[in-house]
């Protein structure tokens, strides 16, 4: 059974500093792999999907990697902004038969002025 | 346009009621889901109509009650919901099982 964990649950950093949020997940049998945020009470917006052929994905200040076969993504936000606070939710598609999205529990981010 | 839209945002509703809730797309995708989703949890997934055939997640009663009148729209029958049914329950849409999946803002729903 895929489980897919997000470490740190948390995480607090200066406006201008990097971020750096990280997914596991423990069947390296995957589709895809796609990144989302979600603002309190509000949907999940897509950021960046990433198929299991590729390597990493980028837009603009965003960028994920993905290592299939150790089972993780890396999420880099560049420059960071307060905007940039919200729930970081990661979720890998596995190759069953409705491609049921697996979801990690989300790393919630705050960037501070 | 990358747009999925629900209705209504808010719904407070009694265990004796009926609602439903609505979700629509124009992004000519073909594969619609329902998600529900409680505080400070990941979404769980509820339903899938891909090419208008259903599949059901096996753990979800049935007072909740899907339709896909089209392949743009997607119901959530609610009848007879009890108080832990409260949740932000968000629809869903991607081309094809396997596309990028695109999420509306959500139904909050509150049953007293």
């Known amino acids: 059974k895929q489980e897919v964990t997000q470490i740190p649950a948390a995480l607090s950093v200066p406006e201008g500093e990097n971020l750096v949020l990280n997914c596991s997940f423990t069947?390296?049998?995957?589709?895809?792999l796609q990144w989302f945020r979600q603002d309190p009470g509000k949907g999940l917006t897509s950021l960046l999907l990433?198929?299991?052929?590729?390597r990493e994905q980028t837009s603009g200040r965003l960028n994920a990697s993905l290592d299939k076969s150790s089972g993780r993504s890396t999420l880099y936000i560049a420059a960071s902004q307060p905007g940039d606070s919200a729930t970081y939710l990661c979720a890998v598609r596995q190759g069953d038969s409705w491609g049921k999205l697996q979801f990690g529990a989300g790393t919630q981010v705050v960037v501070t002025p | 346009d990358t747009e999925v839209t629900q209705t209504p945002k808010h719904l407070v509703m009694g265990m004796t009621n009926k609602k439903s809730l609505k979700c629509e797309q124009h992004m000519g995708h073909r594969a619609m889901y329902w998600y529900k989703q409680k505080a400070k949890k990941p979404p769980e997934l509820m339903f899938v109509y891909s090419y208008e055939k259903l599949s059901i997640n096996e753990s979800v009663p049935s007072r909740f009650s899907p339709e896909c009148p089209n392949s743009s729209l997607l119901n959530l029958h609610l009848h007879a919901l009890q108080p832990e049914d409260s949740a932000l329950y968000l629809c869903?849409?991607?081309?094809?099982?396997?596309?990028?999946?695109?999420f509306g803002e959500g139904s909050r729903l509150t049953v007293l």
């Open positions: 069947d390296s049998a995957i589709y895809n």
């Open positions: 869903a849409s991607s081309q094809g099982d396997y596309g990028e999946l695109f």
């Open positions: 990433i198929q299991s052929s590729q």
